[in-house]
C-alpha cells in the first residue's frame, strides 16, 4: 500500500536550468522504513545552449529516476511533519509560488509549512543520492592545535540514516539531534572562506583548522573568518 506521494515544482520564477520538477512514490517497508521510486527532471532547458548549462555546473542531462528502500528513522521524520502540518486546497497559485502535491490516504493537499517541506525533500533527495552512490555523507575533519595537545575530530552527517555525530581520534563518539545538523552548518558556512589563504598541508602549528572533505585545510581566523567558538561549542564532550 502507498504510504505516501510527493510531487514538487519549483516557481515560475526559477528559470533553468535550475527549474525542476520531483515525484516521489513511498510504500510501507516490512522492516519499518519504506520503499520509494524518486523521479527528478529538470525543466526548459530548450533554451539554453550547452555551455550555458554547463557554466552553471550542471551537466547536459542530469535527470534521476532511482530506487531503494530509507530506514524507520524517514518514515517517523515524514509522520512527524505530516501531524503538524495544516493541509490546504488551493485552485491556484502564484507565480512565486512553489507547486506541491501531497496525498496520503486522504485528497491530495497543499502544505501550509512549505518552508519544512522544502527542507525534508532536500533532505530525503540527499539520503536517496548518498543511498544510490551518487554523493557520499557529509564529512568534515577538525584539528585543534595548542601547546599542550592535539585534538583531531570527524563530524559525520548521514542523510540516509538520518544521524550525526562527532568522533575523536580515541574513538568517543557524541551523537546529536539530526535536526542540529543544519545548525552546525549554518555556523560554518556564516564566516568568510579565503581561499587565497589555505593550504593542502596538514596542520601542525597551533590553531584551529577545518578540512570539508577534500585536501584543503581552512584555518580558523586567516582562511576561515568566524568566531572560533561557532566551531569549538560543538566539540564539547
Do not use: C
Not at 525543466?43 to 554547463?54: G, K, N, V
Not at 524517514?74 to 490546504?88: Q, V
Not at 552512490?133 to 552527517?157: A, M, S
Amino acid at each position: 500500500m502507498n504510504l505516501f506521494e510527493i510531487r514538487f515544482q519549483t516557481s515560475e520564477l526559477i528559470p533553468p536550468p535550475y527549474a525542476h520538477a520531483i515525484e516521489i512514490l513511498a510504500q510501507n517497508d516490512p522492516k519499518g522504513g519504506f520503499s520509494y521510486i524518486f523521479e527528478i527532471s529538470y525543466l526548459d532547458r530548450e533554451s539554453l545552449t550547452e555551455d550555458e548549462i554547463l557554466e552553471e555546473g550542471f551537466s547536459l542531462n542530469d535527470d534521476l529516476q532511482l530506487k531503494g528502500t530509507l530506514p524507520l528513522a524517514w518514515k517517523s521524520a515524514f509522520d512527524a511533519l505530516l501531524e503538524k502540518t495544516k493541509k490546504t486546497y488551493p485552485t491556484e497559485i502564484e507565480d512565486k509560488e512553489d507547486f506541491w502535491e501531497i496525498l496520503t490516504v486522504d485528497e491530495p493537499f497543499y502544505p501550509k509549512n512549505t518552508r519544512e517541506w522544502k527542507i525534508f525533500l532536500e533532505e530525503m533527495r540527499q539520503a536517496i543520492t548518498e543511498q544510490n552512490k551518487l554523493e557520499l555523507p557529509l564529512n568534515f575533519q577538525i584539528k585543534r592545535i595548542d601547546q599542550e595537545l592535539t585534538e583531531d575530530y570527524l563530524v559525520e552527517g548521514k542523510f540516509e540514516e538520518r544521524v550525526f555525530q562527532i568522533t575523536k581520534k580515541d574513538g568517543k563518539t557524541k551523537e546529536l539531534e539530526w535536526i542540529k545538523l543544519n545548525n552546525f552548518l549554518k555556523d560554518i558556512f556564516s564566516g568568510e572562506f579565503v581561499y587565497e589563504k589555505t593550504s593542502t598541508k596538514m596542520p601542525k602549528r597551533t590553531g584551529l583548522f577545518l578540512n570539508l572533505g577534500d585536501e584543503i585545510w581552512y584555518e580558523v581566523g586567516k582562511s576561515l573568518l568566524t568566531q572560533p567558538s561557532k566551531i569549538t561549542k560543538w566539540l564539547a564532550y
